[in-house]
């Protein structure tokens, strides 16, 4: 049902993410215009792990969808 999805999704993942970066990559291949972003240095929260990163990438997300 992924391919039902007509809102901006960004979908993100560590490296040493259970849900691993193959998982994280299938389900924005499927998305219509998803984004994914994996990030080298996290597991599941990248937002905590990578926060900068973090940031500064869901800014940019941000301003591409406004």
């Not at 849900?19 to 996290?42: F, H, N, Q, V």
């Amino acid at each position: 049902k992924l391919d039902r999805i007509n809102c901006p999704a960004l979908i993100t993942s560590g490296t040493n993410d259970l849900c691993t970066p193959y998982i994280a990559k299938s389900m924005a291949d499927r998305i219509p215009g998803a984004k994914w972003i994996l990030y080298a240095e996290s597991r599941h929260m990248s937002f905590a792990e990578e926060t900068d990163k973090y940031i500064t990438n869901l800014s940019d997300w941000i301003m591409t969808i406004s």
